[in-house]
């Protein structure tokens, strides 16, 4: 039993930062992969920053020197830490993992970005 819960998102103003969070619970070993992504209303979803195998980590362009993605194996925690933050960065962002061939996704949190 594999369950991820996203917390963090909000109302911000353009400039500014937010930090998201991922609680992960249930036994795991090995971790295939992890990341977050995000879906604006009229679009897909997207993947935002994703990190593999031996910590490779990979993210989009838009988000590039901006967004942070890090872990906490002890705790089973996965951040993104998001700064300077856009008006398109708007979007419902969802927590991901793999684990053994099976993919699991969070609820998703609101992060507004006011102008």
């Known amino acids: 039993q594999v369950q991820l819960v996203e917390s963090g998102g909000g109302l911000v103003q353009a400039g500014g930062s937010l930090r998201l969070s991922c609680a992960a619970s249930?036994?795991?070993?090995?971790?295939?992969?992890m990341g977050w992504y995000r879906q604006a209303p009229g679009k897909q979803r997207e993947l935002v920053a994703g990190?593999?195998?031996?910590?490779?980590?990979n993210y989009a362009d838009s988000v590039k020197g901006r967004f942070t993605l890090s872990v906490d194996n002890v705790k089973k925690m996965v951040y993104l830490q998001m700064n300077t933050l856009k008006p398109e960065d708007t979007a419902v962002y969802y927590c991901?993992?793999?684990?053994?061939?099976?993919?699991?996704w969070g609820q998703g949190t609101q992060v507004t970005v006011s102008s």
């Open positions: 991901n993992i793999v684990y053994l061939g099976h993919v699991y």
């Open positions: 249930g036994r795991m070993f090995s971790i295939n992969a």
């Open positions: 990190i593999i195998g031996g910590g490779i980590t």
